[in-house]
């Protein structure tokens, strides 16, 4: 079994930034992807970006490039989400996720574990 465990939510202004970090534990080996998703009030969830665990390569939702930047530090099994000229619309919980495909997807059904999410607000 796998655990995903995010971190780095909170409230900030808009242009602001945050980080968000997602920390993988347990059976691990599996894992071929790692994605963040949000959802917000009355909304579905949707793909922000996603990252290869073992060979690198991301994708990103047209959302957000440009301003978020996914990246992984394996030695400790985490998972990063810079998240940058954060706008109100940015406003949502969001979720880590992981999958054991080798290529990256954004419909959900193909995520096997999911977090419990961190709120991010983005307010003046």
């Known amino acids: 079994q796998v655990q995903v465990v995010e971190s780095g939510g909170g409230l900030v202004q808009p242009g602001g930034s945050l980080r968000l970090s997602c920390t993988a534990s347990?059976?691990?080996?599996?894992?071929?992807?790692v994605g963040w998703y949000r959802q917000a009030p009355g909304k579905e969830r949707e793909f922000v970006a996603g990252?290869?665990?073992?060979?690198?390569?991301?994708r990103y939702a047209d959302s957000v490039k440009g301003r978020f930047t996914i990246s992984r530090d394996n030695a400790k099994n985490t998972v990063n989400l810079q998240m940058n000229s954060l706008k109100p619309e940015d406003t949502a919980v969001y979720y880590c996720a992981a999958s054991r495909l080798t290529v990256i997807p954004t419909n959900t059904r193909f995520y096997d574990y999911w977090g419990q999410g961190t709120q991010v607000t983005v307010s003046s």
């Open positions: 990252d290869k665990w073992f060979d690198g390569g991301t």
């Open positions: 347990g059976r691990i080996f599996p894992i071929g992807i």
